[in-house]
């Protein structure tokens, strides 16, 4: 049974699903992927190109480390081998981030200011670690619509139902 705290199981939560993503995204043709349906960031595969630049973007600020410089809403892998490669290489540094969090760090205040919406607050980190993961989460949601519209089911997303915490 899972014995982890909240930001190692939504780093695991987060691996299961971008698995089940990628798997359900790969039935498709890469026109397919790529095709404008009308969604917020345009395609399937622009939305999946959004989730990874997002995951570098805020484990930069988590980290100190520079982990991406394109700027958002520009593809950030072309070919999809890639982009599937590249997130199942960055789920795997979510997780080893995940476990070497403790409560100190995660209620520690901290001053960011977003780019995007021009404003600059302080707050616990835990509540940014909560968005990088509900952010995730989010956008999973839009990717899944997507593929449901194609007839394609990306499975179960129930968080109970995560494989781990059933072993």
């Not at 990628?22 to 969604?39: C, F, Q």
Request: glycine letters at 6%; proline letters at 4%; aromatic letters at 12%.
């Amino acid at each position: 049974m899972f014995q982890g705290n909240m930001p190692q199981l939504m780093a695991a939560y987060n691996q299961w699903q971008n698995q089940q993503m990628y798997a359900a995204a790969a039935t498709l043709s890469d026109a397919e992927r790529k095709a404008d349906r009308g969604a917020f960031f345009k395609s399937i595969h622009s939305t999946l190109n959004h989730l990874v630049w997002g995951d570098l973007m805020w484990l930069s600020r988590f980290t100190g480390e520079t982990l991406i410089s394109s700027p958002p809403g520009v593809d950030v892998y072309a070919d999809f081998a890639e982009l599937h490669a590249a997130r199942m290489a960055l789920d795997a540094r979510i997780m080893a981030w995940a476990n070497g969090l403790d409560a100190a760090w995660l209620n520690e205040p901290v001053t960011w200011t977003s780019k995007v919406y021009g404003f600059t607050q302080t707050i616990p980190r835990w509540v940014q670690v909560q968005h990088f993961f509900n952010h995730q989460t989010h956008h999973r949601g839009q990717v899944s619509t997507l593929l449901m519209q194609q007839g394609i089911d990306v499975g179960v997303t129930d968080l109970p139902l995560l494989p781990m915490l059933n072993d």
